[in-house]
Structure formats: C-alpha cells, structure tokens
C-alpha cells in the first residue's frame, strides 16, 4: 500500500523547475521530504537523512533539516501546497452540491509552551491547542480547510471557508455552533445556504430571515433528516485517523501555528492519496 500511495503523491506534486534561482533544492523535492516524513509521522529531521529513504524513493539530494523547516514557510511553498491540495481533488468524484463544515480540536499539553496555543472548548470542555477548520462532501473529500488556535470561534473561519466553495455547491450543514445571523448575511448572492440547529430553537424578528425559514423547516422531516446528514464530516475525520499514518492528533515536534498547519496539509494529502487509490481500484 506504501508504494501505490507513494506513487500516486509523486503525481500530485508540481514537477522539477528549470530555474531554481538562489535555491538548491526545487519545491518538489522540498515537498517530498516533508510529506515523507508526515507519512511516517516522523519529524522532517528525519526525513533529512538517507539511510531513512529506499533507494528508489530518495532524491538525489537531501537538504539540511533548517533548510526544509525555512522553505516550507515561504509563500512559494505555501501557494505549492495549495495546488497539490487541487490536484488530489481533481481526481476524486467532488459532484455533491451539499457539504458539511465542522471542527476538529487538536489538543496539546496543558504545561505546552508553545506561544500559539491557546485555551478554548475541546471535545470534552475546555482544553489548549488548536483546531481543524473543514468543509467535506458526501464522497468524504476535503473541500477547503483552514488550522487556527483553539479559542477561535468556528463561525469566523467558517465566513472564509464557505465563501472558496464551487459555484455547484447549494447547501452546507453544520451544527449548532454555527447558527447566526451575521454568517447568513454573509452568504447572501453566494447561491449557499446554510443549515444549523438554531440556539434556544428560536428565530426573533429582528433576526436574519433565513433563520426563520429554518425554524419552519426544522419542524418537518426533511429538515431534520438534513441536519443528520452533518454526520458524515464525523465518518471524514473518522476515516482520517483509521489509517496507520492519518491525523491521529499532534505529535510533541508538531508546535507553533505554522508547523500544525503544514502538518495537518500532509495529513489531507496522504488520506486524498488513499482514496484516489481505492477509486482507481474500485
């Protein structure tokens, strides 16, 4: 499974620059050895030494683990990352035009000394870390998602997120978390509407008209078998870390902003890889 998931990887990454300017490595080669190292949930030192590459798999050449680490913060990797991200989806069925956005904490130590993390609800009251901002669709693809600290509210990535969906997009639903009025503003002459439980099941008459149409809807059958359709992000992040090498949480090395989101990308890369293979076998 190894080898065809490293394969497929190999096809989304952009390919070797003609002219690398100042730099001695290309972004490709940048890539692969830090997803080499998120594949083996090893820290990108790692990755950095040969004797951990086969043969067949090694670059020519390995840069030095500050080069990596210094790379993968400039804005050409991170625009590079972006398109690998595009690639995946691609090739995987994204025709569903009803999506599901939720969070998903990602929990460090509380005695962490890491200056980004911060304190805010986890999945069982309060914890410190940071979280996993996704939207998915009914296949389980990773539409767009975003990392921020753990005392973000979920509706303001949430007004980003929603706003970078394909115009075949109708409906997105999400839980309680997200219901308000400024996030519906929001999405007017967006073609989305969004489909939240509303908090104390009440809509007053100032509020924003959508959500008066859904305490209406909410009241019949379609409306509530909707809402339970926001379950399938649950099976997505589910499936992630069912896998030997999925997100799983934070490993100790994984600290700073910069360093989880980079980390979580690889992760949403590997686990778009798996289901490109399993399509491609189906």
Known sequence: MEDRLWTIVLTLLPSEQGDLGRDTYS??????????????????????????????????????????????RRNDLAQAADEVHLAAMERLPCESNVVAIDGKPLIVSDVSKDPDARNGRGTRGMARGYKLHAVTDA?????????????????????????KLPPSVRRAVADGNYDGAPLHRLLEGSGVKLYTPLINNYAGPRTHPRRRVLVRLLQHAIGQ???????????????????????????????????????????????????ISYAENA
């Not at 080499?36 to 004797?51: K, N, S, T, V, Y």
């Not at 539409?143 to 007004?159: C, D, G, M, Y």
């Not at 379950?231 to 999925?246: A, H, T």
């Open 27 to 72: 972004v490709r080669v940048i890539l692969m050895v830090g997803l080499w190292a998120i594949l083996h949930d090893r820290p990108f030192g790692w990755a950095c030494c040969p004797e951990h590459w086969p043969e067949d798999r090694r670059p020519e050449k390995l840069p030095h683990p500050s080069t990596v680490s210094r790379r993968w």
């Open 139 to 163: 296949d389980g693809v990773v539409r767009v998602f975003e990392v921020t600290s753990l005392n973000v509210n979920e509706r303001k990535p949430a007004r980003l997120l929603l706003r």
């Open 225 to 275: 078998k909707l809402l339970h359709w926001r379950d399938q992000i649950e099976r997505c992040f589910g499936l992630m870390g069912n896998v030997g090498f999925g997100l799983k949480g934070l490993p100790n090395w994984v600290r700073r902003q910069h360093r989880v989101a980079r980390w979580i990308w690889g992760k949403i890369v590997l686990y778009h890889a798996l289901k």
